[in-house]
Nanobody, 121 residues
Framework: QVDLVESGGGLVQPGGSLRLSCEAR????????MGWYRQAPGKERELVAA???????DYADSVKGRFTISRDNAKNTGYLQMNSLKPEDTAVYYC???????????????WGQGTQVTVSS
């Protein structure tokens, strides 16, 4: 079993910054992909950013140039640095990781519990 523990959400003014963290806890052999998704009220969950083994990254067009995804493999932790935040970035942000456990040959996706990000003056 894997738990993804998120932190770093909160209330920020437009133009401000936040840094989200996602720590994967469990008997983990490897993580080949970590991603951040968000869901605003009345909208579907959408991909914000993802990073795969080797360091390749993908971003939603709406956050390119403002958000940066990174990871610390030694700590099984991913980060989302969010700069120049806008009110339309307001949503619950979810961490996702594709994980292989020590005693397993299979990869499985896991989700965090979500952290609220509110951008408002």
């Amino acid at each position: 079993q894997v738990d993804l523990v998120e932190s770093g959400g909160g209330l920020v003014q437009p133009g401000g910054s936040l840094r989200l963290s996602c720590e994967a806890r469990g008997i983990i052999r490897s993580i080949n992909r970590m991603g951040w998704y968000r869901q605003a009220p009345g909208k579907e969950r959408e991909l914000v950013a993802a990073i795969i083994s080797g360091g390749r990254t993908d971003y939603a067009d709406s956050v390119k140039g403002r958000f940066t995804i990174s990871r610390d493999n030694a700590k099984n932790t991913g980060y989302l640095q969010m700069n120049s935040l806008k009110p339309e970035d307001t949503a619950v942000y979810y961490c996702n990781a594709n994980v292989r456990l020590v005693y397993s040959d299979y990869w499985r996706p896991y989700w965090g519990q979500g952290t609220q990000v509110t951008v408002s003056s």
